[in-house]
């Protein structure tokens, strides 16, 4: 029901955008969020987005890199990631947490996820 795609090889200091669309169900009045996963490491939180696209959370370190946005007619979150480093590196999942909490970092909070895109960046 989530798809993201857009991942990919880039050298640190690039950019990349990130899609996640959903289907089967609107997720409008989800908080959308992406969370990414570095080898041999847990899941952890990227950023989060409220209903409306107001609102915004973002984890420390890509704080000022990364922008999280969304688009509720086509049922769409992106991540725009700027300055990417090599630490960026890993698996990034979109995720839908029902309700309108938007601080939720904790993967038990979500419902539903997305199948995952690679993100390496070369140093």
């Known amino acids: 029901q989530l798809q993201a795609s857009g991942g990919g090889l880039v050298q640190a200091g690039d950019s990349l955008r990130l899609s996640c669309a959903a289907s089967?169900?609107?997720?409008?009045?989800?908080?959308m969020a992406w969370f990414r996963q570095a080898p041999g490491k847990e899941r952890e939180f990227v950023a989060a987005i409220s209903w409306s696209g107001e609102n915004r959370y973002y984890a420390d370190s890509v704080k000022g890199r990364f922008t999280i946005s969304r688009d509720n007619a086509k049922d769409t979150v992106y991540l725009q990631m700027y300055n990417l480093k090599p630490e960026d590196t890993a698996v990034y999942y979109c995720?839908?947490?029902?309700?309108?909490?938007?601080?939720?970092?904790?993967?038990?909070?979500?419902?539903?996820w997305g199948q995952g895109t690679q993100v390496t960046v070369s140093s």
């Open positions: 995720a839908a947490a029902p309700g309108k909490l938007l601080r939720r970092s904790h993967l038990h909070e979500y419902d539903y």
């Open positions: 089967g169900r609107t997720f409008s009045t989800y908080v």
